[in-house]
């Protein structure tokens, strides 16, 4: 009797098991299934603009795809779009907000990490975490009701006239403040991560805690700082409304003047989607397709650069042990 009531647990155990193995399968094929859907249909809604002809004020025409890739003005009449200008508007804003973020971020969590009291520590990594939540929108309101007077009040300083405050400097300033919870959090966790010998050693040969924290521990945690920064450019490369709301979304041209109007990738898509219809409609999945493309591509990067940092570091430890 023992044996088969032993048997017979054994049996619902695994029968259990399977149950649960298949629906985390079933679930897992959902969403595979569902990322293939939304990227099979903005790849056909995406490239359709370049093959289909609408009807203009000159004709049926389609849309060149040269002058999308290379041009350097969003709209001619009557079927020429450009987004080359604006790729290059959107890598500048992304790149500026990590300049500012990426430090900020860097040295508030090892302010939280090794330096606040553990009180203070709890207090500001609640905080971060609460920044990290807030939705886009309100950052957007922050940015038009606040950080826009500032550029402006910033820019009569110097003598120069904005747009109302609208502008690449507050798309900037909006954007790292945005990021900053995402790249704190997980840059909290690395160095918290830290093998706390590494630090013992350091500071019984001597080191200082300034130099134990920036040479040790920091080194010992960039591999994980590098993943918040990979997961930083994500959001800044993907955010729109906030962005939409204090860019200005110039018509053409690079901007690289702080005080001046610029445009990116998702503020494109964003305005006026729900008043364009035909070509100017279709266009915007292209641009998706194209935002698309360069999160792939910039991820891909970032990851083989990671990967390569993590190479290096463990070649040179081996060497260290054959050495010694």
Not at 43 to 65: A, D, M, Q, R, W
Not at 156 to 176: E, R
Not at 231 to 257: D, H, K, P
């Amino acid at each position: 009797m023992e044996k088969d009531n032993k048997l017979k647990r054994i049996e619902h155990k695994t029968l259990i098991d399977k149950m649960v193995k298949y629906a985390f399968l079933s679930i897992c094929v959902f969403c595979s299934l569902c990322v293939v859907f939304i990227a099979l249909f903005i790849f056909i809604k995406g490239i359709t603009p370049f093959f289909k002809k609408y009807e203009t004020s000159v004709g049926l025409k389609s849309v060149n795809f040269f002058k999308f890739i290379f041009g350097g003005t969003w709209f001619k009449s009557p079927n020429i779009y450009g987004a080359g200008y604006i790729v290059i508007n959107t890598l500048i804003v992304v790149i500026l907000s990590l300049l500012i973020s990426v430090p900020l971020s860097v040295l508030t969590a090892l302010f939280v990490v090794r330096i606040a009291p553990k009180k203070l520590s709890m207090i500001l990594s609640i905080v971060i975490e609460l920044l990290s939540g807030i939705p886009s929108i309100i950052y957007g309101l922050f940015g038009l009701g606040v950080l826009t007077k500032f550029v402006e009040g910033l820019g009569s300083i110097f003598g120069i006239q904005t747009a109302g405050g609208i502008s690449l400097l507050a798309t900037v300033l909006v954007l790292s403040i945005m990021i900053l919870p995402t790249i704190t959090t997980i840059a909290i966790t690395s160095i918290s991560s830290v093998n706390n010998s590494l630090i013992l050693g350091s500071l019984a040969l001597g080191a200082s805690p300034t130099q134990t924290n920036f040479k040790v521990v920091l080194i010992g945690a960039k591999s994980g700082i590098f993943s918040g920064i990979i997961l930083g450019i994500g959001r800044a490369l993907g955010e729109a409304t906030a962005i939409t709301m204090v860019c200005g979304n110039s018509g053409s041209g690079i901007s690289l003047n702080p005080f001046d109007i610029t445009r990116t990738l998702t503020s494109t898509m964003l305005q006026g989607i729900h008043e364009s219809s035909g070509m100017d409609y279709d266009i915007r999945f292209s641009i998706g397709l194209l935002l698309i493309v360069i999160i792939i591509v910039t991820n891909l990067s970032l990851n083989l650069i990671k990967n390569r940092i993590g190479n290096n570091d463990g070649n040179k430890k081996k060497n260290k042990r054959s050495a010694s």
